[in-house]
């Protein structure tokens, strides 16, 4: 395993939750406000881990075990990410379906722990959560498939950073569309699964229309901190799909990569920031709509792909 | 000694006992008298069947009696069949005498008819002479048709008189059959007494005038299959089935049927070999057995009545046995070992539903219910012989029909087939029903729990056993003789 | 070989010393069940022992049946399914000897020992027999004796419905087999198997016949949509550890009969591989869908099983694609996938019946929504659950996972040739796995959450205990392991499985082996992203500890959102969780709601019901059997007891035969 | 084929018409027992061998059984059961009578398509013969009493008596004499069975049994 790939990995470990920094700030600046601190996520993970913490006399040790692994998911699910146009640390033919297991190993954790609570809030939380991952996983995986196809490999790192026919700039050249709805379906999956706007907001709390924010009501201490921490790597994750797909920079040297990953990242950030601050968050009956469409995205670029 | 005085004794033995029983005194006496007659007759009909089996065809009377492979297991059928039910009756009228139904009068009357329809149905097997068969077979439905109405009632007179026409009539038919047939030997040279004789026709089927022999046939297959109960002509036979005693139903279902389609096989070798084995006959017999199967399958989905629906069941079964044989070839082997599983079957069907009668009082289905609990042995031996008629496995009835499935195919008969398995289907589907619902639904009175003794247990276990044994394994000597009884008819297995 | 049939031999005769015995219960259920576990642990050893060392052990015997033979065969293929019946089966009488205490004096246990061993001993002579007539046999003594082991608690009014309901069904579908058995045999002397393997190069014409009746005939007893109809009545019907090993295991002989007689019908066409694909689409698809839907956990997870189903025909017809494109890697993934995901249903849901009858053991109720907080009450059953559910979802690192990698793997490796159709189907099967799995992760979240999370939502679930019966314990936890174990050696298993993979492919085993290759390697890479997971978790928890020590830990209520007076009845149900996917899906499930208003002034009561019939019960068998009633009701006409008319009828019979034979 | 025959031939189309087209049953009964007699007779006249001695015998059965102990059992039967005198039929005199002379053209018909060898005198007996049993199971299938039903049945004995003596030559004297046998049994039987009948229901309506159905 190379050594950038291990950098990249660490530094995706420490600077995941500046991610969520980055898209505050920007709406901060949209909304003209001097907005919370870059590093604030930061402060936030720091108290928790200090404090103790309090849990629901309904709940069992699932409730305490969900945060725990749905961190360890995609922790996972990280190690088989390839980062800024270098291999992954662990690759082999098939890891997609893999990677996509994973993040849905982390859900289902959480899901069960919000159900443990036996507050309706967090069951209405699940249950939204459940009802969107089950749209937006056959849109993920497709759109995977579709590059998969493309570029011969049935391995992340094949795909994003293998050596021929992976989506590199020069390759985006050739196969423009396909990358282009590709990674918009996954930029979709990518705002849902971290519950952004369009999907969910974030910031909004005790909101009937929320979904992640309202399943993790109960958690508290260090267990909240995983979930916060956990949540920005899930960003991290996910988002390197999405810049695989629309910013594939493949570094000359690739002692550049991690540089280059992070940069494209905080690209990214941005670019959600914006999104956030131009766009209302959608009535949720619509949501699987939106999903849908991803769907959709996935499914013409297969056929591009095919024909 | 002479082998045909085996036959002479076959048919001497029940005429003497019948008439012994008018003599009797007691009910219990000619009870047990049935059931011993039976037991001598069984035996007697072993020993011809095994002479049979050794020295080959019997003859007596010259040429006007033969015991050959065919009804030498038609035979043995008869005496399973009517042992059975001679002790079941013994148990039967047993309990009716206890309830104060079964006097002197009817019990004489009972044995004597009982051994007279035994006779003349003995008669039936072993008269070589076709107008001595027809004889017979009419006066099976005279001696019967007062066993049917042994308590009168309203209904078991309607039920007699129907069975009394109906019969008569049809089988009036057969006798200008038999007549046909007898006229088609003229250009055989067969004159006189010749001419109606089983075993001279057949030798000389090839040279037969065809258009009589033809015409005779179709006069004869309606008569002996309106006997029979071959749809559309099996009007008569629910209702006589259902308001017999149950023993009675039991030989008839059991054995009465059969002996009639036995008259039907009889002729079928003549006509086929008569019309140069183009399958002309067969083709009729499939008819018939299709038809008899889809009709009775509309009968047993909607039946209320549990001794209907066994006799619809027998309507059934009847056609399948035509079907086998006219599939002809292996079905015709299918179609022996098919009437053996459906004799036995059928009888521990109605003894089951005649007991459980005489304990609810009713053969409404709706009203017996949960026989298994109430009656753990005979609702046991409804239940399972229920699913045995309809064709479960591992029991032989699967066997046979699977095998006349399997040569329908082979003859490439596929509209057989398909007609064939969706009767069976549907016969499958009601009954089912009915039986689940019969042997687990909450009765919905109070009846007293049954008290079976090892009688009961024997004769509900054996049959019953036998035929899952025959399912699953079919020794060489039952095969053989189906196969030499499916020799004489022309089916090679 | 000698061995199984000993195996089948020591069930038979515990059945009938079980029934014997049937007077004194406790006997009679410690001999029938002992009997099962000692019979499923003799077959397979041999069957293990095939697996490993390869190669076929074959006895002939005579039998006295037209065409038939006792011909019996031990190859990879059976070896497989043995292994399968016997581990489940074998478990689950043991659980089976604490379930069944609960009717001791209330209910004869002999006859249900007796029935069971004898289902498992037909199941084994299933996958054994090579001759048509010795399988029609043991196939139908396999549908009586589950029959009966169904209609078990037949004083419950549903259960005789359900009774009838089956063995209508797996009769209707025997049917269809006895048709491709005599097809098969056509002419020939025997119905043994060798005599059909040469149909295929004999009548070509007739294979796609074939094909058809086959699939009839297996996917009844399989499944298959929309011929599953018998499945969720039978499955709750009957004991639980009974529904354990008819949902896990005696449904796959349909597949094992898929498989085997697909070999017969020579090299398959693309269509038939196409074919299975949509079907498994179908299955699997509603399956989860109806699954969803249900709110009485027994008939949840029946869908379940024809969800899985679906699955493993999915890779069937990935495999047969593959065979039809001369693609042996594909054909060998796809078939792995099926075989592996064969074994692993067996486990989960062996497991997840079992404890669901643990469930009902205790509370008496299989209605989700009167559950709750059952995690707390019976810890060990809780615990085993939540491992079958994350298995059935299909979610690393366990067994599930495994299987649905191997058909994902194989679907790739499809979309990546070419030829159209090949494609489109692999990517149906990719789309589909991936749509089930998102489904199967909802409804299983709910069956958990709701039933052992929360708080109880009925007296009953208030007053839940565990069983203290060892073998019910410990039945469960074994199954738990095993589907731990099987997840994480995963590439082991597929070892194991080569030989029956290689059969089912009709290819050698080196070819299997080779072709299998790549998929192992990334298995063990799984299995290393596994450990790494692992070890991130109990890092994790290590830390949590460490943070958590020496810190204040106190316990509040549930944060209420500043309702006064919450009550347990606020909590999410099953129904009102599901509710949002089953609107989304609401053409296919057609869900009745039943809502009763608050009303007046002051509003007494509200209510709202949903329940979701099966849409092809409903809509598809009903009306065709009304149908044909109606059609029946008029024949009954001729027979109006008049006897002029029946007089006339032998008239009209005699006249037609005349004009139709005499011209 | 002599003068004989012929004549009574028609007499036997009469007697069948009579039948059709008499409404009191003692006159029915009559014209049955005279059929039989004719019929009887015919059996001796037909033949183109001399009388022999069993021949003989069977006809001279015939005769004293369908002449004269049928119609006393079914008069005395008819007067047991004190049914009122009329034969109710489903189908009116006149237009039994008119189907009589439809069935009359079939029957010829059918005669003149059987070939030579069931037919060797080429006489209208036959026809007459297949006429008779068509009459006969008309009237089973036509009229309400029980009593007529024997009657239609006597008929078509008769009929297919007749048959038998032309179409095969020399039926065994045993068989002929069974056939009779049986014959007389079933009348015997069919009485009892109506007066039965009548004790049960007071009345003998064949169509008012329908009791058991389905």
Known sequence: MAVESLISVVLALVLAPLFLGVINRVKAIFAGRTGQPLLQTYYDLAKLLRKGAVYSRTTTWVFRAGPTVALAATLAALVVMPLGGTPALVSFPGDLVLFAYLLGLGRFFTVVAALDTGSSFEGMGASREVQFAAVAEPALLLGLAALAVRTHSLSLSGIFAGPAGSVTLQAWIQMGPIVLLVGGAFLIVFLAENARIPVDDPNTHLELTMIHEVMVLDHSGPDFAFIQYGGALKHWVLGALVVGCLLPVHPASALWAPAVSVAEMLTLAVVVGIIESVMARLRLVSVPHLLAGALTLSVVALVLVIY | MDAGLLIWFQVVVPVLVGAACLLMQSPRTVLASVAGGSVVMAASAAGAAWAVHALGPIHAVGEWFLLDALSAYHLVLLEIVFCLSSFYAWRYFGHEQEAGHFDLRIARRFGALWFGAAASMTLVLVSNNLGILWVSVEATTLLTAFLICLHVTPSSLEAMWKYLIMCSVGVAFAFIGTLLVGASAGPARLSGSDALLWTRLSAAAGNLDPTLLKMGFIFLLVGYGTKAGLAPMHGWLPDAHSQAPAPVSAVFSGFLLNSALYCIMRYVPIVESGTGHVGWALDILTVFGLVSILIAAGFIVFQRDAKRLLAYSSVEHMGIIALGLGLGGFGTFAAMFHAANHSICKSVGFFSAGRLGQMYGTHDITKMKGVLRTAPVWGGGFFVSLLALIGVAPFAIFMSEFQILRTALDTGSIVALVLFLAGTSIVFVGALRHAVSVAWEPPDVHIEPEHAGVLDYVLVVLPLAALLALGLYLPDFVSGTFAQAARVIGGAP | MLLCLFAAGVLVLSGLAALVTSGKPRLSVVVGSTGAGVGCVLAIIPAVRTLVLGGTETLRGAWNMPWGSFYLELDGLSAFFLVVICLVSGVASVYGAGYLAAWRGRKALGPVCFFYNVLVASMMTVVLARNGLLFLVAWEVMSLSSFFLVTFESERPGVREAGWTYLVATHLGTAFLLALFALLGQGAGSLDFDNFATFGKSAPHLAGLAFILAVVGFGTKAGFIPLHVWLPEAHPAAPSHVSAVMSGVMIKTGIYGLIRFILFLGPPPMWWGVALVAIGLTSGVLGVLFALAQHDLKRLLAYHSVENIGIITLGLGVGVIGISGGSATIAVLGFAGALLHVLNHALFKGLLFLGTGSVLHATHTGEIDHLGGLLRRMPWTGMTFLVGCVAIVGLPPLNGFVSEFLIYFGAFKGVGTSGPLTVVACLGVIGGLALIGGLAAACFAKAFGIVFLGEPRSVHAQEARESRHLGMLSAMVILAVACVLFGLLGPLTVAGATPAIARAAGLDGATTAAALAPAVTSLSGVILVAGILLIAAGSLLLLRFLLLKGRTVTEAGTWDCGYARPTVRMQYTASSFAQPLTTLFRMFLRTHRTIHMPDELFPKEAAVSTETPDAFRRKVYQPVFRFVLTQLERVRQIQHGHLQLYVLYIAVALLILLLWKMR | ?214
């Open chain 4, 1 to 214: 084929m002599n003068a004989w025959t012929d004549a009574i031939v028609v007499l036997v189309a009469l007697t069948n018409l009579a039948l059709l087209g008499s409404s009191r049953l003692s006159v029915c009964i009559r014209v049955v027992a005279i059929q039989g007699i004719f019929f009887g007779l015919a059996a001796v006249l037909l033949r183109a061998e001399p009388l022999t001695m069993d021949l003989g015998l069977v006809a001279l059965a015939s005769v004293v059984m369908k002449g004269i102990v049928f119609p006393a059992l079914l008069l005395r039967t008819a007067r047991n059961v004190n049914i009122r005198r009329e034969v109710e039929p489903f189908v009116g005199f006149t237009t039994s009578l008119f189907i009589g002379l439809g069935l009359l053209g079939i029957a010829l018909w059918i005669g003149s398509q059987l070939p030579s060898a069931a037919n060797p005198t080429g006489s209208l007996v036959i026809p007459l013969a297949l006429f008779t049993v068509m009459v006969g199971l008309f009237t089973i299938a036509s009229r309400k009493k029980a009593i007529s039903q024997v009657l239609g049945y006597l008929t078509m004995e008769n009929g297919i008596f007749a048959f038998g003596v032309t179409v095969v030559g020399g039926i065994p004297v045993l068989v002929e004499l069974g056939v009779l046998m049986d014959v007389f049994v079933a009348v015997f039987v069919m009485c009892i069975a109506t007066w039965h009948i009548s004790r049960e229901f007071d009345h003998i309506d064949v169509d008012q049994l329908n009791a058991l159905k389905g």
